[in-house]
Structures are given as C-alpha cells and as structure tokens.
C-alpha cells in the first residue's frame, strides 16, 4: 500500500508529464529539482542538468511538435522513487506522426524530481522520425544542454 509521500511524488511525476504534453514549460520546470539530472539513458550523450537546461533539451524537439500525447499504462512508487510506463505520441508540425513506449525512473528529493531517466529502444523510435527532423537534431551537441 503506497503512503501519501509516495502518493505525493506520482502526483509530482504525473503533473510533470501533463506539463510536457501541454507544451507547459514552466509548470515542467517546477516539478523539477534545482540539481535534476535527465537522460535518455540508451543514448550517448550525457543528459541535462538543471530545470532550465532540461526545458532546452526537451526544446530541440518539441519546437517541430504540433502535439505530444502522453498515454500512462502503469506508474509506481518505492519510497523516493517513481516508474512510469508510458507511451509518447509525438505529432510533427508537419503532419507526421511517431509513437513509442518508454519506462521512465525519477528520484525525489524535497518533493521535486532531481533524477529523470528514460529507457526506451532507440532504433524503434528513432528509426520512425522523419529525415527532415533527424537533419535538425544532429544540429545539436550535449554542450548545448549540458550546464
């Protein structure tokens, strides 16, 4: 049975995600901890560090979105930690559509999120982006991001 502080931090992570799907950057930027690392943990680049890094990271992308929809299947808290198994369905600006499951760890710390991980098969997801969009991405290096 989950306690209210564990309940607390599903709320966190759930209002963290509606924030992202609703292109709703500063509510994201206050679920998140002053120290918050995120990365997307099959990749090779080192992440970002800090709300407002973590807001230009998420930007490279979703600045071409139209629409980011968020379907939860299943979320779970252990003490400082949350799961989250989800799908994404991203909607280009030009009509494409991608859509991909993810599991995503968070830490908490002080009711915030101060460690976000996404794992998630890279050649699946990535292999259904438009040419055009991988072209823009390779445009951007972790030292963008990286603070």
């Known amino acids: 049975m989950s306690t209210s502080r564990e309940e607390a931090h599903k709320a966190t992570v759930l209002k963290m995600?509606?924030?992202l799907s609703?292109?709703?950057?500063?509510?994201?930027?206050?679920?998140?901890?002053?120290?918050?690392?995120y990365e997307?943990?099959?990749?090779?680049?080192?992440?970002?560090?800090?709300?407002?890094?973590v807001v230009?990271?998420?930007?490279?992308?979703?600045?071409?979105?139209?629409?980011?929809?968020?379907?939860?299947h299943h979320?779970?808290?252990?003490?400082d930690f949350v799961f989250l198994d989800h799908t994404e369905i991203w909607t280009f600006k030009t009509g494409e559509k991608v859509q991909h499951t993810f599991c995503t760890f968070h830490e908490m710390r002080d009711g915030q999120i101060v460690?976000?991980?996404d794992y998630w098969d890279v050649a699946r997801f990535v292999g259904q982006f438009p040419q055009w969009f991988l072209a823009e991405m390779a445009?951007?290096?972790?030292?963008d991001f990286g603070g």
Do not use: M, Y
């Not at 609703?22 to 690392?37: A, I, N, R």
């Not at 930007?59 to 379907?71: C, G, V």
């Not at 979320?75 to 003490?79: H, S, V, W, Y």
């Not at 445009?139 to 030292?143: L, R």
């Open 17 to 19: 995600w509606k924030a």
């Open 22 to 37: 609703e292109f709703d950057f500063p509510t994201l930027e206050s679920c998140l901890h002053p120290d918050v690392h």
């Open 40 to 53: 997307d943990v099959p990749t090779d680049d080192p992440g970002a560090h800090g709300p407002k890094n």
């Open 56 to 72: 230009k990271r998420l930007s490279i992308a979703w600045d071409h979105l139209d629409k980011q929809e968020q379907i939860t």
């Open 75 to 79: 979320i779970a808290a252990d003490g």
């Open 115 to 117: 460690a976000w991980r």
């Open 139 to 143: 445009k951007s290096s972790a030292a």
